[in-house]
């Protein structure tokens, strides 16, 4: 049984940077991809960023392209998202996913394990 636990998470003002990162025990997720997902209060959850379980492909949603990275290492066991340039609307509870799919998908219901979460916290 895979757990995940993210980590990281705090309250920055605009402009600020946090790095979020995911660990995973349990079965190893060397061929599997992960994600980050995200849901603010009183909306749906969201797709941030995937990435394969090559570490050689990568997927992020159009509101965080040049400002987010995704890393992967520990042995694909873990992934980190490097968040920059925050804004207010990053405000979210941000959740890391693993998916059995080869290839990176936005779609949360290809995610069979979740984390608890960690608060994002951005003021203006």
């Known amino acids: 049984q895979v757990q995940l636990v993210e980590s990281g998470g705090g309250l920055v003002q605009a402009g600020a940077s946090l790095r979020l990162s995911c660990a995973a025990s349990?079965?190893?997720?060397?061929?599997?991809?992960m994600a980050w997902f995200r849901q603010a209060p009183g909306k749906e959850r969201e797709f941030v960023v995937g990435?394969?379980?090559?570490?050689?492909?990568?997927d992020y949603a159009d509101s965080v392209k040049g400002r987010f990275t995704i890393s992967r290492g520990n042995g694909n066991n873990a992934i980190d998202l490097q968040m920059n340039s925050l804004k207010p609307e990053d405000t979210a509870l941000y959740y890391c996913?693993?998916?059995?799919?080869?290839?990176?998908?936005?779609?949360?219901?290809?995610?069979?394990?979740w984390g608890q979460g960690t608060q994002v916290t951005v003021s203006s």
């Open positions: 996913a693993v998916t059995r799919d080869s290839q990176v998908t936005s779609s949360s219901e290809s995610y069979f394990a």
């Open positions: 990435i394969n379980w090559r570490a050689d492909s990568t």
């Open positions: 349990g079965p190893t997720l060397r061929l599997y991809g």
